[in-house]
Each structure stands twice: as C-alpha cells, then as structure tokens.
C-alpha cells in the first residue's frame, strides 16, 4: 500500500468519526494531513459516509489540486497552517457546540484547568471573524496559532492540529471539553484561572502524557 493511499484512508476513517464524537455534523469541518507534494484535504459538500479515499483531494502548497474533486472551501488556512508549522501534519477543523457557542460571543478559552496544556499554552485564542474560505481568514487563524496547537474560530468554530491525525482529533475532543467545561462554569460563577507556576507545571508534565507525548515521539 502506497503512503499517499494509506493517508487517504486514514482522512476517511477520522472523517467518519466526526459526528459520532459530537465535533460535527452533516458535511462541515474538515481533514487534512500533510504529504509529500503538499497536503491531502476532505473534499467539499460531500457526506463523510460518502468520502471514499480516491475522492480525497491533493492540494499543492501553490493552491493548485485534482480537477475531478474541489477540496474544502478551507483549504488556504490547511496550507498556511502547514507552511507556516513544520511541526504540524494533520489538522481537524470542525464545528462542535461548545466551542463554537464561545466562539459566536468571541471568547478565548483561558486556563481554567490542566487541560490547557493540550492548546500549548495558557489559552486557546479566538481568531477574529472573516468571510470562510477567504485569505483573510486564514491569516487570522495562522496568528491564533502562533506558540498554540489549537484556536477557536469567531463566530465559525474550532481548528485542532497534531503531529498525527490521530493526535489532532485527540485535541480537538479535549478542546470541546474543555469548552463545555468553561460554559458550564461560566453558569455556575465566577471560574478561577490558574496561575502562570500552575500552567507552567501542567505543560512541563504534557512532555510526558498519553497522546501527547507517544505520538509526537513517534514523528
């Protein structure tokens, strides 16, 4: 089996396990992983069910890709993302509610429990609002991104990188929560952050933990 086959099998597989994860439904978010000639992409408006690996799409770091499919309308910040972070090979965007409810009132995730870590840093910004699809869009999500692993997108939703697929869904499942989380405590009072030691530590101890660490470690 080829890498380019085996990557396209592997969007498919994490493709369908979007809407039962809760981070999407119908046909928005989408996949992406890095390749040799640039990066493979979920195609547009189409079900995940009905995805089969051929119908991925190849997209060049020129924007140029196969002319029988069209990728994700997303696709420029998937390239930005991978040029402007060797670290990252795969990318999860979606559309999951929490995230997305804080995001609608343009809200960052601070650092309201260990969990944090998963982002990289002491938060998980929001990026401003631009039209999907578009340029401006794009740079907005590359700037949240610098120093983090994860953003929210204003009213939108939610990008999650790794260095595996399987690590980026990981991320993005942990940021929904801790999404749900912020929301729920954000009901019940006033959230208390941890401080500066605290979130220093929690990082620190991410070198090591589950996900994390074993698949970085693997790339």
């Given at each position: 089996?080829?890498?380019?086959?085996?990557?396209?099998?592997?969007?498919?597989?994490?493709?369908?396990?979007?809407?039962?994860s809760?981070?999407?439904?119908?046909?928005?978010?989408?996949?992406?992983?890095?390749?040799?000639?640039?990066?493979?992409?979920?195609?547009s408006?189409?079900?995940?069910?009905?995805?089969?690996?051929?119908?991925?799409?190849?997209?060049?770091?020129?924007?140029?890709?196969?002319?029988?499919q069209?990728?994700?309308?997303?696709?420029?910040?998937?390239?930005?993302?991978?040029?402007?972070?060797?670290?990252?090979?795969?990318?999860?965007h979606?559309?999951?509610?929490?995230?997305?409810?804080?995001?609608?009132?343009?809200?960052?995730?601070?650092?309201?429990?260990?969990?944090?870590?998963?982002?990289?840093?002491?938060?998980i910004?929001?990026?401003?609002?631009?039209?999907?699809?578009?340029q401006?869009?794009?740079?907005?999500?590359?700037?949240?991104?610098?120093?983090?692993?994860?953003?929210?997108?204003?009213?939108?939703?939610?990008?999650?990188?790794?260095?595996?697929?399987?690590?980026a869904?990981?991320?993005?499942?942990?940021?929904?929560?801790?999404?749900?989380?912020?929301?729920?405590?954000l009901?019940?009072?006033?959230?208390?952050?941890?401080?500066?030691?605290?979130?220093a530590?929690?990082?620190?101890?991410?070198?090591?933990?589950?996900?994390?660490?074993?698949?970085?470690?693997?790339?």
């Open positions: 089996m080829s890498t380019d086959l085996s990557l396209r099998k592997e969007i498919v597989a994490y493709g369908l396990k979007l809407t039962p809760g981070l999407s439904q119908g046909t928005s978010g989408n996949l992406s992983v890095r390749s040799v000639d640039g990066f493979l992409i979920t195609p408006g189409t079900p995940y069910e009905e995805i089969r690996p051929e119908d991925v799409v190849q997209v060049g770091m020129d924007g140029s890709h196969e002319s029988r069209r990728p994700s309308s997303e696709w420029r910040f998937h390239r930005d993302i991978y040029a402007a972070r060797p670290d990252v090979h795969a990318i999860v979606a559309h999951p509610p929490y995230s997305t409810g804080l995001a609608i009132c343009r809200m960052a995730i601070p650092a309201i429990h260990y969990m944090i870590a998963v982002s990289g840093g002491d938060s910004r929001c990026c401003d609002y631009y039209t999907y699809g578009t401006d869009l794009s740079d907005a999500v590359v700037r949240a991104l610098e120093g983090r692993l994860a953003c929210l997108m204003a009213n939108h939703g939610m990008i999650a990188t790794g260095a595996t697929m399987e690590q869904m990981w991320r993005a499942i942990e940021v929904e929560a801790l999404a749900r989380q912020y929301t729920l405590a009901q019940a009072g006033k959230p208390m952050l941890l401080n500066d030691e605290e979130v530590q929690a990082l620190e101890k991410f070198g090591n933990y589950g996900l994390m660490a074993a698949r970085s470690a693997s790339t």
